[in-house]
């Protein structure tokens, strides 16, 4: 489980700088930022739907193992 979330960030943090990377070679033009940075609130929302869920389910618990 702990497996899943860490990659889960990982992905999230590499969206956010890709965005980061498309406004600088852009610079305005075009808008793969916006893409980006969409896929990146999408990312973050799966997470934390995966941890409730997770948790409904028991596989996790507050306050850890």
Same mark, same amino acid.
């Given at each position: *489980?702990?497996?899943?979330?860490?990659?889960? %960030?990982?992905?999230?943090? $590499? $969206? %956010?700088?890709?965005?980061?990377?498309? %406004?600088?070679?852009?610079? @305005?033009? @075009?808008?793969?930022?916006?893409? $980006?940075? $969409?896929?990146?609130?999408? %990312?973050?929302?799966?997470?934390?739907?995966?941890?409730?869920?997770?948790?409904? *389910?028991?596989?996790?618990?507050?306050? @850890?193992?």
């Amino acid at each position: *489980m702990r497996a899943i979330v860490i990659i889960a %960030l990982c992905a999230v943090v $590499a $969206a %956010l700088f890709t965005a980061l990377v498309f %406004l600088y070679r852009d610079r @305005g033009r @075009g808008n793969r930022v916006v893409i $980006a940075l $969409a896929a990146r609130v999408l %990312l973050s929302m799966a997470l934390i739907g995966f941890l409730v869920f997770s948790w409904r *389910m028991g596989w996790i618990r507050p306050g @850890g193992p």
